[in-house]
């Protein structure tokens, strides 16, 4: 499994995503909407293969087939740490392997304190 080296280090492989998914039982993984029709693109696990939808609203087609590197060389193409961790819960990685930001720290100190 992944941890806090490999996403600020050398990056995550294809099989730490796929056992990442199958672990947390994640069909679907949302990554961004249309900025037109606000519809959202994302990539699904079915039958054991990874697919990539990139349709939306504004123009139809089917899911595309991926590898689990497909999906590695996209987390791993973030250079924001925040940002890459984001999208490595998207996919199932443990929330306790992240690392805390900044941000999220006084969030979670602000809420106790509250």
């Known amino acids: 499994m992944a ?3 490999d996403a600020s280090g050398v990056g995550v492989t294809g099989e730490q995503v796929r056992d ?3 672990k947390a ?3 679907i993984i949302k990554q961004h909407q249309c900025s ?3 519809y959202w693109v994302f990539w699904f696990f079915e039958n054991g293969q990874l697919f990539f939808n990139p349709s939306c609203k504004c123009n139809r087609s089917g899911g595309l087939r991926r590898t689990w590197q497909d999906a590695a ?3 791993n193409l973030h250079s924001n740490e925040s940002k890459k961790w984001e999208i490595m819960q998207k996919f199932g990685f443990p929330v306790e392997d992240v690392p805390e930001s900044e941000d999220t720290h006084e ?3 602000t809420e106790s304190n509250g």
């Open 3 to 5: 941890n806090k080296q």
């Open 20 to 22: 990442a998914v199958v």
């Open 25 to 27: 039982g994640i069909r």
């Open 36 to 38: 037109i029709c606000n």
């Open 73 to 75: 060389d996209w987390i």
């Open 107 to 109: 969030q979670r100190t």
